[in-house]
């Protein structure tokens, strides 16, 4: 064990709840909880009703604590969790005690780096647990649960273990004189090479386009003014607008609104420009329109079935072909209880609504095209540490085909070598002080 003296945090959130937890992890987590107690007898893995005093043996809260014997912990060191009464002055004054008792503060994400030094979690099923918390949609909380109990580690070793294998096969060789060599040896090499770099590519391809799943999809809603896209925004969140709380240290320059529909999460991007246009004040641009449809995954574009097309319209969909030809799209006439006065050529309708009386419809297809991204069985990168990885790994089996072609065995090896430490990074990386205190900087305290 690397670091064992005993740190300390308050593991739920900040706020108003029946109950708080206060956890501590090290060599003198158990004396520290006898101290806080005034009690003697803690058995492993109980849970014990006690009073809790500060330093100075005043009563702080009765509270149940339960002791977990090093290794079999979090940590893998001793773990003791104090479950007081919650709110912020109780669990404050319970982390003082713990503070005077001899513990000391833990960094955000020391827990986790503990578990993962001690050899509890290896990286990915760390990531996993981190992005857990903060899981936006059901579906992204059902991914991340199995990659923390490891199926991403899993699929990584299938493909480190199969480069090793190939490795080994080739090295043989080097060993024998050529003309002993079975002939279609570089042939069988390359075919398991190039099986490789395809599944690596799938799942690469997979984990970009569910980016959506796990971060909520973010949906534009595009249109020139007066088409209805106030109302239409104003539909879906009476639909079930999510509340979204202030995560600390994030900062958002754009006005977000989230939306919950089935087990998704969707994010409707700036929609102060959406809402400004309700004003008149400033008309939403070209420009505006462009740069909701780049940062999004789905775009609804809303056309006024009520007035003559014009030159705006025209626009709007020249953007949708230019900007929006791969994103999944819905083109909408709205306002169709009115007398119908809209035509284009060349512009297919998915949908007609009356945005200001029912957006069941639109629900729907939202609906749809968010389960079609949901292939939970598959593995998925969920960092862009993982991402980087991969294409690492990627890249160096790309360059190993040449030298396989011209029999450089030495140099062929070199690549695959560095593909199995890229592959392995992603659970186990050769020690980076620098990368694993920035990655585990980035957890919640108390993590
Ligand atoms: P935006 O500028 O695109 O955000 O458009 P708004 O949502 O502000 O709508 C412009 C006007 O059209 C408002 O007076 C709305 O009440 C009206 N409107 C929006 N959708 C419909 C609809 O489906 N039918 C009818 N009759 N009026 C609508």
Request: aromatic residues 6%.
């Amino acid at each position: 064990m690397m670091e064992n003296d005993t740190i300390v945090a308050i593991a739920t959130a900040n706020g108003i709840g029946s109950i708080a937890i206060i956890r501590l992890s090290g060599d003198d987590a158990l004396l520290i909880a006898k101290k806080l107690s005034k009690k003697e007898n803690f058995k492993n893995r109980y849970a014990i009703l006690t009073n809790i005093y500060d330093s100075g043996g005043t009563l702080i809260d009765e509270s149940i604590v339960i002791y977990f014997q090093g290794p079999h912990s979090f940590t893998a060191e001793d773990v003791v969790e104090i479950q007081c009464h919650g709110g912020y002055i109780v669990a404050q004054s319970v982390l003082k005690a713990c503070l005077e008792a001899g513990a000391r503060l833990a960094n955000a994400g020391e827990f986790s780096k503990r578990a993962f030094f001690n050899g509890r979690i290896d990286l990915s099923e760390a990531e996993a647990i981190a992005q857990l918390i903060e899981a936006k949609s059901e579906d992204a909380a059902k991914i991340l649960a199995s990659q923390m109990k490891g199926s991403l580690k899993e699929f990584i070793e299938e493909v480190r273990d199969e480069i090793i294998h190939i490795l080994a096969y080739s090295e043989v060789t080097i060993d024998y004189a050529e003309e002993d060599l079975p002939e279609d040896l570089v042939e069988q090499i390359r075919a398991k090479l190039d099986g490789l770099y395809k599944l690596l590519k799938k799942t690469l391809i997979a984990s970009e386009s569910r980016a959506g799943l796990m971060q909520g999809f973010r949906v534009a809603i595009v249109g020139k003014p007066n088409v209805g896209k106030s109302s239409l925004l104003n539909a879906l969140l009476n639909y079930n607008r999510a509340i979204v709380s202030d995560i600390a240290g994030t900062t958002r320059d754009t006005i977000e609104e989230q939306v919950k529909i089935g087990t998704h999460l969707i994010r409707i991007v700036d929609t102060a420009g959406i809402r400004e246009a309700e004003d008149a004040i400033e008309k939403i641009g070209i420009e505006r329109s462009l740069e909701a449809i780049k940062q999004s995954d789905i775009v609804i574009a809303l056309f006024d079935g009520s007035r003559e097309a014009d030159e705006e319209d025209r626009e709007i969909l020249a953007l949708l072909k230019a900007h929006a030809e791969d994103k999944a799209k819905i083109i909408i006439k709205n306002k169709v209880d009115l007398p119908q006065k809209f035509t284009m050529e060349g512009l297919p309708f998915d949908m007609e609504l009356n945005s200001k009386e029912d957006v069941s419809g639109l629900i729907t297809a939202l609906q749809e095209i968010m389960d079609a991204n949901n292939l939970s069985d598959e593995i998925m990168l969920i960092s862009e540490r993982q991402i980087t990885a991969v294409k690492e790994t990627m890249q160096n089996i790309e360059e190993s085909y040449e030298p396989l072609e011209m029999q450089e065995l030495e140099i062929f090896s070199f690549h695959l070598n560095e593909a199995v430490k890229a592959m392995a990074s992603i659970t186990r990386p050769f020690e980076n002080d620098e990368m694993l205190d920035k990655m585990f900087g980035s957890f919640c305290l108390g993590k």
